[in-house]
T-cell receptor, first 109, second 114 residues
Framework: GQNIDQPTEMTATEGAIVQINCTYQ??????LFWYQQHAGEAPTFLSY??LDGLEEKGRFSSFLSRSKGYSYLLLKELQMKDSASYLC??????????WGAGTKLIIKP | TAGITQAPTSQILAAGRSMTLRCTQD?????MYWYRQDLGLGLRLIHYSNTAGTTGKGEVPDGYSVSRANTDDFPLTLASAVPSQTSVYFCASSEHQRDTDTQYFGPGTRLTVL
């Protein structure tokens, strides 16, 4: 079966760095997405990786290792507004997104 | 631009009743999707449409139907609601389906079936 695993919840301190991991097993691979979802709101796109390596976008970076079925989202200089759930999703061979359950990130002052 | 709009924002529905959740996008995207989001689970695809006039079944299609009469609208119908359909429903769109295009989400409809 297809499976996306990510931690249920993480806590970090304002100004610090946090890494959210995602491992996957899917039927084919056409890229990995990270979305941010604030409570009661819609998911919004953060990043897309299809090749191995690190993609940096401001305070957020995303890493992919296809051979290990592994990705992480790195958030630097954490701000209180970064408190949200972070969703990992893999596009399978049918171009359908398979979603993880999300990681709830709690930022403490 | 508005992007994707959904209506209603929330609804309480008696079991056995029917209901249509509305979704409209103004981005002229070809592909549209309906997901449900339940606590502790990832988003699950209910139905999708690659282009106007075509629809397909996702992971959890039972109890739901969709239509795609034009590019902009993609309504989701529950013919006879059951309590297990209590969920938050998100509509999304992307430029194409069989491609790695980013999906953009509407604000969601929170449905409670009693």
């Amino acid at each position: 079966g297809q499976n996306i695993d990510q931690p249920t919840e993480m806590t970090a301190t304002e100004g610090a760095i946090v890494q959210i991991n995602c491992t996957y097993q899917t039927s084919g691979f056409n890229g990995l997405f990270w979305y941010q979802q604030h409570a009661g709101e819609a998911p919004t796109f953060l990043s897309y990786n299809v090749l191995d390596g690190l993609e940096e976008k401001g305070r957020f970076s995303s890493f992919l290792s296809r051979s290990k079925g592994y990705s992480y989202l790195l958030l630097k200089e954490l701000q209180m507004k970064d408190s949200a759930s972070y969703l990992c999703a893999v596009m399978d061979s049918n171009y359908q997104l398979i979603w993880g359950a999300g990681t709830k990130l709690i930022i403490k002052p | 631009t508005a992007g994707i709009t959904q209506a209603p924002t929330s609804q309480i529905l008696a079991a056995g009743r029917s209901m249509t959740l509305r979704c409209t996008q103004d981005m002229r995207h070809n592909a549209m999707y309906w997901y449900r989001q339940d606590l502790g689970l990832g988003l699950r695809l209910i139905h999708y449409s690659n282009t106007a006039g075509t629809t397909g079944k996702g992971e959890v299609p039972d109890g739901y139907s969709v239509s795609r009469a034009n590019t902009d609208d993609f309504p989701l119908t529950l013919a006879s609601a059951v309590p297990s359909q209590t969920s938050v429903y998100f509509c999304a769109s992307s430029e194409h389906q069989r491609d790695t295009d980013t999906q953009y989400f509407g604000p969601g409809t929170r449905l409670t079936v009693l």
